[in-house]
């Protein structure tokens, strides 16, 4: 049973993302339509044999219009970051949150700078992953047409990024708003990503890449193309701890 309050939900453009908080606790987040489009959040707590989810009151945790919304779980910190699309501003911004019991609690949002770190053009993005080896949440995302990493850091008062690496060498991808598929391998300490691929004829459709993180930088591997030549799509890919594969 899963009775999530997210009513007024958009769908299409605007997106909900869910999240594991640890001690049977879940985090999710979305747009609510019926209050101009504002982030809103709720705690989920799971009991029972059945894994029964009640939920909390919903609070606002952005009040501004946003849509494309990510969030990921530091356990180490104890913190959740939410990355997301501020619609009226036309830029993304990132943000701490912090959960006691049912209470959730949010910093300052700061938008990321766009001198910086570019303009990101992927549309939803799929759920950060926590990076236990650098006690950071991890995000990859299409800049430029390219693949590119970014790490975030919820250890302090605030979030933040703490750094990006952008991948040109062999990593040219489809232009389209498709997110990225990646996850984390605990035994060998690396993520892999996977993005819908620029057609060619006789290459799968799909590019994927293992990338380490340094904790200051990361560093892609050899591409491997797979899927039909046409493959096009939002990629999704989990990480088999017991398999050690993807």
Known sequence: TCAL????????????????????????????????????????????????????????????????????????????????????????????????????????????STTDYGADISGNPQPMVYDPDNNQLVLFVRKNNYPAGRAFSVTGSQMATVHQTKHTSDGNVQADNFSAGFDYNTTDNMFVTAHSANYSAGVGGIAAWGVTNSGSAFTFGTKINFGVDTSAGATSISYNADQNKF
């Open 5 to 112: 309050p997210i009513y007024n939900a958009w769908y299409g453009s605007r997106w909900s993302s869910i999240v594991n908080i640890g001690s049977d606790k879940v985090f999710a987040i979305w747009a609510n339509a019926s209050q101009s489009n504002y982030l809103y959040g709720s705690v989920g707590t799971v009991s029972g044999t059945n894994k029964t989810i009640t939920w909390a009151t919903a609070v606002a945790v952005d009040s501004n219009a946003s849509k494309f919304v990510s969030v990921g779980y530091d356990s180490a910190a104890d913190a959740i970051g939410m990355y997301f699309f501020r619609s009226d501003a036309g830029a993304w911004a990132i943000n701490k949150v912090t959960v006691s019991g049912t209470s959730v609690t949010t910093a300052t949002a700061s938008t990321i």
